[in-house]
T-cell receptor
């Protein structure tokens, strides 16, 4: 089966510009996650969707970050305006809702964002 | 709040030597535990997981981990390191009933010939 797809793989922008990342989860996976991974740290959850509803966005900086999953399939994460500290890898993951399989998250390759 | 601590940001071993990567969690309720591996410029790949049952868990690529409740630990081991094992390894914990993973800061495994 196809894995989690993300685009773009790399993005360089100047501070105060806006940027958007796209994620397509594994087919049939109801839950989708966006993580931020700063260099030297483990991934930190930004937002979790169950189908097209938000389950957890407690760590999402809502003044500049937004995310949507309108049809319950693919998702977009946006940053507007970007700050230098947003430089990181943004990882998308998905999981199934069936039994213990819903504890396994499958990760995409990530988008490396550099803000100058 | 739950936390995951990985001892050592870098671990160096020789090819063929034992690999031991340490992970401790802080939780009064034993969580579900995971080890992920991340190769350069790639996403995270699940190595193994502990949910319930047998405390010694075997994963892919010859890795295994043992859940020790008394020590709140979930250390990752491999009897003989291979050059292809060089990567960053993340330990993660998940509270039962929730699907939010808490990750450690990661340990970079370096393998020398």
């Amino acid at each position: 089966e196809a894995g989690v797809a993300q685009s773009p793989r790399y993005k360089i922008i100047e501070k105060r510009q806006s940027v958007a990342f796209w994620c397509n989860p594994i087919s049939g996976h109801a839950t989708l996650y966006w993580y931020q991974q700063i260099l030297g740290q483990g991934p930190k959850l930004l937002i979790q969707f169950q189908n097209n509803g938000v389950v957890d966005d407690s760590q999402l900086p809502k003044d500049r970050f937004s995310a949507e999953r309108l049809k319950g399939v693919d998702s977009t994460l946006k940053i507007q305006p970007a700050k230098l500290e947003d430089s990181a890898v943004y990882l998308c993951a998905s999981s199934s809702n069936h039994g213990t399989a819903n504890y396994e998250q499958y990760f995409g390759p990530g988008t490396r964002l550099t803000v100058t | 709040a739950q936390s995951v601590t990985q001892l050592g940001s870098h671990v160096s071993v020789s090819e063929g030597a034992l690999v031991l990567l340490r992970c401790n969690y802080s939780s009064s309720v034993p969580p579900y535990l995971f080890w992920y591996v991340q190769y350069p410029n790639q996403g995270l790949q699940l190595l193994l997981k502990y949910t319930t049952g047998a405390t010694l868990v075997k994963g892919i690529n010859g890795f295994e981990a043992e859940f020790k409740k008394s020590e709140t630990s979930f250390h990752l081991t491999k009897p003989s390191a291979h050059m292809s094992d060089a990567a960053e390894y993340f330990c993660a914990a998940l509270r039962g009933g929730y699907s939010t993973l808490t990750f450690g800061k990661g340990t970079m495994l370096l393998v020398s010939p």
